[in-house]
């Protein structure tokens, strides 16, 4: 069973910014597809951003431009850079790792971590 554990979230004022941190062990590679999804009260968890194993990157057009997702050569460290936050961004923030899937859809995605939880007050 792979674990998935993300950690960097906090209270922050609009306009400020947070690093938000993601690892996946314990499955029979380290090599994992890595993406960032958010869940505010009341509303379906959205997609944020991905990293796949070959390194391409995509982000929701609500985040673009102010959030960078990164990470290492194996894809079993992630990181999310979110700069100029605003209220609206206020979600727990989940990591999600698979194998196979890069995709924006949370359906896809076999492994995910508890969440940490983004507070950006305006």
């Known amino acids: 069973q792979v674990q998935v554990v993300e950690s960097g979230g906090g209270l922050v004022q609009a306009g400020g910014s947070l690093r938000l941190s993601c690892a996946a062990s314990?499955?029979?590679?380290?090599?994992?597809?890595m993406a960032w999804f958010r869940q505010a009260p009341g509303k379906e968890r959205e997609f944020v951003a991905v990293i796949s194993l070959s390194g391409r990157t995509d982000y929701a057009d609500s985040v673009k431009g102010r959030f960078t997702i990164s990470g290492d050569n194996a894809k079993s460290t992630v990181y999310l850079q979110m700069n100029s936050l605003k209220p609206e961004d206020t979600a727990v923030y989940y990591c999600?790792?698979?194998?196979?899937?890069?995709?924006?859809?949370?359906?896809?995605?076999?492994?995910w971590g508890q969440g940490t939880q983004v507070t950006v007050s305006s």
């Open positions: 314990g499955g029979t590679t380290s090599n994992y597809n």
């Open positions: 999600a790792a698979d194998r196979v899937s890069s995709s924006s859809s949370s359906l896809l995605y076999d492994y």
